[in-house]
C-alpha cells in the first residue's frame, strides 16, 4: 500500500476499525484454533489438508490486518469545507446521465472504502475527479453526467 493519505468518512474509519477489531480479536484466535486442532489430528503435516487450509486462512487474516493498520494509520477523516455550492470529497452526489430519466445517487469517498455498487466512489476514479470541484447544477466534463445536484 502506497504512503499517501487515505480519505475516510467518519462511518468508514468505524468500520474499519470495527474490522480490524474483528480480525484481531474473534478471528486470529479462531484461526489459531483451526491451527492447533488440525495438529493435532493430523498427523503428517505434509498430507494434512486441514493444516494447509488453516496457515492459508492464517496468512490472509494476517494479511488483512495489516492492510487496514496501513490504511488507519493514514487516514484523514473526510469533512466538508469550502462552498456549498462546489462539488467536494464526502458529498453525495446525484448525477443525471443524458438520455435517462432517473438519476444516480453517488457518494465520493477514499479509495479504501469505496464500493461501486452501494454508490461509493473513489476519489481517484474518473467519475470522481470530473465531479470533485464541479459547481452543482451544471453540465460536467465528465462525458455521461448531464446535471448535479448536491444530496442531503
Do not use: W
Not at 493519505?5 to 462511518?11: A, E, I, K
Request: aromatic share 4%; hydrophobic share 40%; proline share 5%.
Amino acid at each position: 500500500m502506497s504512503d499517501q493519505t487515505q480519505y475516510l468518512t467518519p462511518n468508514g474509519l468505524r468500520d474499519l476499525e470495527t474490522r480490524l477489531d474483528f480480525l484481531r480479536n474473534v478471528r486470529r484466535a479462531e484461526v489459531a484454533g483451526r491451527l492447533h486442532l488440525a495438529l493435532e489430528e493430523g498427523g503428517e503435516l505434509v498430507e494434512n489438508a486441514e493444516y494447509e487450509d488453516a496457515k492459508n486462512e492464517q496468512a490472509f487474516v494476517e494479511g488483512e490486518i495489516l492492510r487496514l493498520e496501513t490504511i488507519l494509520s493514514k487516514a484523514q477523516i473526510i469533512e466538508r469545507e469550502g462552498p456549498k455550492d462546489v462539488v467536494v470529497l464526502g458529498d453525495k452526489v446525484k448525477v443525471l446521465e443524458k438520455g435517462t430519466k432517473e438519476s444516480e445517487l453517488y457518494h465520493l469517498v477514499g479509495a479504501a472504502e469505496a464500493n461501486p455498487k452501494e454508490g461509493r466512489i473513489s476519489n481517484e476514479s474518473p467519475m470522481a475527479k470530473a465531479l470533485l470541484a464541479t459547481a452543482l447544477a451544471i453540465r460536467s466534463r465528465c462525458a455521461p453526467p448531464t446535471a448535479i445536484s448536491n444530496s442531503p
